[in-house]
Structure formats: C-alpha cells, structure tokens
C-alpha cells in the first residue's frame, strides 16, 4: 500500500521557516523522482520543487527559488522542503508527490503517480 505522508506544517509569520517532511512507504522510493506542490482555495495545484532519485538533479519555481530548497534522504525514504523567508503568499496546502520516471523534470501534476494528504501552511503578516 502506497503512503506519503507530510508533517511540519503550521503557522509562522512572515519571515520565518518551516521544515517539511514526507515520509514514503509501499513502492520504491530511491528510484522514484519527488515532488513539492502547493494549493489554495480555488486554484489549480502549482509547482513548488522536484528532486531527481539520486538528489543529482533539483528544480525550483521562481516564484520560490533562493528560499526554498527541496532534499531527500533515501536510507529513510524521506524527502523534506527546507522553507525560509516565508510571506503570506506561501500560505497553501503543501503536497508531496512520485514520479516513476525518477526524473527532476515534472512540474505538471499529471507527471506524478502517487501524492500525500497535505499538510498547511498559513504564514502572517
């Protein structure tokens, strides 16, 4: 059975940072691509950073490039989203997400297999 599941949410004011987690479980996860989206009310769910299988390759979204930065440790089949300067406009539901295909390159939804719960992250002014 296939599980990702996020931790490290929560509410932080502007400036600060969070620490997100996700834990993966049932498939192959040192072979597997990971990803980070994000998602708010209304809106279509928006890349946020993707790691390749053997961490060699990464990709960030501009819109968080120099804050965040997406790692993964395989020995625990887990994959974090270190997040620092965080502003209001960061506050979203926070998905991790595989890909097969093991690559860094996915930025679509459709280029994931599997996905977490969610996990929020509210950031004040």
């Known amino acids: 059975q296939v599980q990702l599941v996020e931790s490290g949410g929560g509410l932080v004011q502007a400036g600060g940072s969070l620490r997100l987690s996700c834990a993966a479980s049932?498939?192959?996860?040192?072979?597997?691509?990971m990803g980070w989206f994000r998602q708010t009310p209304g809106k279509d769910r928006e890349f946020v950073a993707a790691?390749?299988?053997?961490?060699?390759?990464?990709s960030h979204a501009d819109s968080v490039k120099g804050r965040f930065t997406i790692s993964r440790d395989n020995a625990r089949n887990t994959v974090f989203l270190q997040m620092n300067s965080l502003k209001p406009e960061d506050t979203a539901v926070y998905y991790c997400?595989?890909?097969?295909?093991?690559?860094?390159?996915?930025?679509?939804?459709?280029?994931?297999?599997?996905w977490g719960q969610g996990t929020q992250v509210t950031v004040s002014l």
């Open positions: 790691m390749a299988w053997n961490s060699a390759r990464s």
């Open positions: 997400a595989a890909n097969w295909r093991g690559t860094s390159a996915g930025r679509l939804p459709e280029d994931y297999n599997y």
């Open positions: 049932g498939f192959p996860f040192s072979t597997y691509g």
